[in-house]
């Protein structure tokens, strides 16, 4: 009998799987993909954000600076990535000034300390490429940048050395009350007996809810979509760099990835049904609002789309608590922006509050170790000249640069699938290494992984399972620049 099950490996259940760790338990995170950080989780903005932008009144407004402080501590322990790079939230107007003034005062009720009005003078100074037109802008010199999936899977990879199992491609399908807590269903024909059951499931969260005898809430897609320039365009600017919000986000951003690359979006449209397809207009609109920030993006320098799609609750907050029609069922839903930021203090808040509450007894596990080493650093790459020597070593060479544009070494990807997580696709090698990620996009290195992959868990691996499967229509590159040299050129010359 399990203490507690997990349901859903993103970075709301995996910190709370860490966390949990600490105390002597029987932990168990199920999860219905081939990976964990397939949700939500792998596709969104990545910022550690300030913790300013939410309504004090709103659990969402209060806990994600107490998420924020905690990142530093995170990083040193579990070495996923972060960069305290600061943010700004930028006006052109004087109207818009006011509406700083009002961010500022919520994000000083939020326990913000580190936030300020700058002029245009102290903005120029920070941010030589921004737009020369920009007044005010809201500076908060914490916020940062994050690798959110590789959080999540350093979060997991810790809790599984702590004693926690993961169950993949284990989608739940019913949870029955019994007399002494649920029997967790899985279509594998796996029941999992527990007292305590945590539903993280994210956009499924409403659904795994009801499974368990709670429609108390119902969950809405909003999607976002991103364009991604080539490692190294990071450096045009410093900061993350908002425009003002708006009802249905933070706006359009533009910042630098914790490895280097610059993101731009999202943008924010409400769907039937979670799609995480592409669109060259919207992509084409989103890149036009970003040139309002930085007139320096060059469009050719884009590599790859994606979408994101935000759990939005009907209470227009995260859920976090015991169901109250359910006792010892705890729902963590409605998790949207900042819940990336927030995570270490959803965690805690679970733990050390919610559960006990309901009943859970929590001892100190002594042999608990909170760290676990870095699978990749950042790093700046070497001159392709020398990388090149390394490329052509052969596969079985450790030193062997798999991934040209990335320069991922055979060493790397032996370690990333020696982690307790088992990694049996491309895209998980890719999320781990960064192998993929270059300006090739996989298309040079994607055999080579799946022949190192093959080669070390002793079957086939098919380079192209995650295309075939990720049921996603995403716009090509060519394309992409193609519509959005077309379309500037059309609405200049209008
Ligand atoms: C466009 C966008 C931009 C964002 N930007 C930021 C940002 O910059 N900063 C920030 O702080 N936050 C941001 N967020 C919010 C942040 O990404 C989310 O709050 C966070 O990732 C939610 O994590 P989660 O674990 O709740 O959900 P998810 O990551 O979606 O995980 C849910 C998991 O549950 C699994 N699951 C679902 N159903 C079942 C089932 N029946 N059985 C088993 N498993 C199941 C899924 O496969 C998935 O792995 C953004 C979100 C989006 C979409």
């Known amino acids: 009998m399990y203490d507690v099950v997990i349901i859903g490996a993103g970075i709301i259940g995996t ?18 993909s081939n990976d964990v950080a397939q949700g939500a989780t792998k596709a969104n903005s990545a910022i550690v954000h300030g913790g300013y932008a939410e309504a004090h009144s709103k659990l969402k407004g209060r806990l994600c600076y ?6 530093q501590k995170l990083d040193d322990e579990l070495h ?6 600061g ?15 009002k961010l500022l005062e919520n994000g000083k009720l ?25 007044k005010y802008a809201l500076y908060c010199e914490g916020a940062g940048i994050t690798s959110p999936y590789e959080m999540a899977i350093a979060m997991m990879e810790n809790a599984i050395h702590n004693g926690v199992e993961l169950f993949l491609e284990c989608p739940v399908i019913g949870i029955n009350a019994t007399e002494d807590g649920f029997d967790v269903l899985c279509d594998k024909e796996r029941v999992l007996p527990t007292k305590y059951v945590v539903n993280c499931a994210g956009i499924n969260s409403a659904f795994v809810s009801e ?22 365009t990071g450096e045009l600017i410093n900061n993350v760099l908002f425009q003002m919000p708006t009802k249905m986000g933070k706006g359009i951003l533009v910042t630098p990835t914790y490895h280097g690359n610059l993101l731009l979006g999202p943008d924010a449209i409400n769907e039937e049904e979670a799609s995480r397809d592409t669109h060259e207009e919207r992509l084409f609109r989103i890149f036009k609002e970003a040139l309002l920030t930085t007139d320096k993006l060059n469009i050719k320098q884009f590599i790859r789309s994606f979408t994101g799609v935000r759990a939005v609750s009907s209470t227009d907050d995260f859920i976090i608590e015991e169901s109250k029609v359910v006792p010892g069922f705890i729902n963590c839903a409605g998790i949207q922006s900042p819940g990336l930021t927030s995570s270490p203090a959803i965690a ?32 700046i790459l070497e001159p392709m000249g020398e990388a090149m020597k390394k490329v052509e070593l052969p596969l079985s060479d450790p030193n062997c640069y798999v991934c040209r544009c990335e320069q991922v070494s055979r060493a790397t990807i032996d370690d990333a699938m ?25 298309t040079f290195c994607r055999a080579r992984v799946a022949a190192v992959m093959s080669e070390k868990l002793g079957y086939e691996i098919n380079p192209g399972f995650d295309i075939e499967h990720s049921g996603i229509n995403r716009v090509g590159k060519t394309d992409v620049v193609k519509y959005v040299e077309e379309h500037l050129k059309e609405e200049a010359d209008q």
């Open 80 to 85: 996923f990535g972060f960069d305290p790079i």
């Open 211 to 232: 499974l368990a005898g709670d429609d108390s809430f119902t969950i809405t897609p909003r999607s976002g979509q991103y364009l991604l320039m080539v490692r190294g």
């Open 418 to 442: 020696d982690r307790g997580i088992p990694v049996t696709t491309f895209d998980g090698i890719k999320r781990r290494t960064r192998a993929g990620m270059g300006w090739c996009q996989g």
């Open 87 to 101: 943010s700004l939230v930028l006006a052109f107007d004087e109207d818009q000034k006011e509406e700083l003034q």
């Open 15 to 32: 910190s709370i799987a860490r966390e949990l760790s600490k105390y002597k338990l029987k932990v168990a995170v199920v999860e219905q």
């Open 110 to 134: 939020n326990g913000l300390d580190d936030i300020s009005i700058i002029d245009h003078d102290e903005i120029m100074k920070l941010e030589p490429q921004v737009n020369p037109d920009v």
């Open 348 to 379: 805690q808040m679970v733990v050390n509050e919610i559960l006990p509450k309901a009943g859970l007894k929590l001892e100190e596990n002594p042999d608990f170790d909170p760290n676990r080493k870095p699978t990749i650093e950042r790093k």
């Open 66 to 71: 107490q998420g924020r402080k905690q990142y």
